[in-house]
């Protein structure tokens, strides 16, 4: 195969490689296309270890393979950020951007309102004295334990006395950090 054939056949992996994407991506497809983004980037190391060194590619050759490899490393940056918000959610307005599909909990079509209502509100509590405040730990506590459920995490067997002690040991290391007398647990 010529060096010619092998960049026609690179940027032929790369553009099916950016459609496979897009369709993993705006689809509920479970696996992203790996081999292919596999054997893309072995043909871009390949050029760039075994032809560049010898001088067999032409200047424009080496143009576009230089063209290509910019490409695919917009892409894949570009790839790392919708998987990086598919799996762990939308963070900033700005991710909202990137538009990965099955990630909001509301359909296009629905009001902003009624999201806004459907949203369940972080828990939060205020406490200055773990000791004396067991009943707002505990709340804590229970808080805790549901979120991991509801994350699916299989939830370890921390009783309530030592998660006390750890809240206690947090508070005053926080005290002794920032001069503050009640710390807010979100």
Known sequence: MTIDEELN???SNLRRLKIEYEIYF???NKRPPSDLEWRVANALRKFSDGYSDGGRLSLAQRYRYNEMAQRYAVFADLWRKKM???E???RRPQD???SVQGVRAQD???SKSKAVDAKPKPFMMQCSDPLAERDKVQSLFNALAEAK???GE???QASLESFEKFVKKKTEQIRKEYGCHTERFP
């Open 9 to 11: 056949l690179l940027e």
């Open 26 to 28: 705006n689809s509920p």
């Open 84 to 86: 990086r918000i598919r």
């Open 88 to 90: 762990e959610g939308y």
């Open 96 to 98: 909202a951007l990137l």
């Open 108 to 110: 296009e079509g629905e």
């Open 149 to 151: 459920q509801k994350a």
């Open 154 to 156: 299989t939830s370890s």
